[in-house]
């Protein structure tokens, strides 16, 4: 009788017991306009290419795309390091490129219906 007791009770704690407690991922920051400066500027892909330009302008801490004078759209920070998705109808991907000793932005590899297209930043 008592182990029956002490089974049932067991029983009854394992719901407790199983008990997780939700975490969530906080949303990521909005990064600080002067780290976004470092994306700004002009961004020429190779001749043959669909786009020839590609222009990233930051306006109130958010950076917008523009390929070829289409019409600008906002770049919604995703959770890859320099990636970036824009709002466009063609929802492209953008993954920013940094040398690798000076961590300076050189570049952007586009995403769009299954393409990736690369493009080398333009000095200033």
Known sequence: MKQTLIALFLLAMLPALAQTTATTTPMAAAAPTASLQAYVGTYTFPDGTPIGKFTVLEKDGVIYGEADGYGSNKLVKQTDTDTYQSTS?????IVFTRDSGSKAVT?????VQGQEIAARKDAK
């Open 107 to 111: 570049g952007l590899v586009l995403k």
């Open 89 to 93: 109808s063609y929802g492209s991907l």
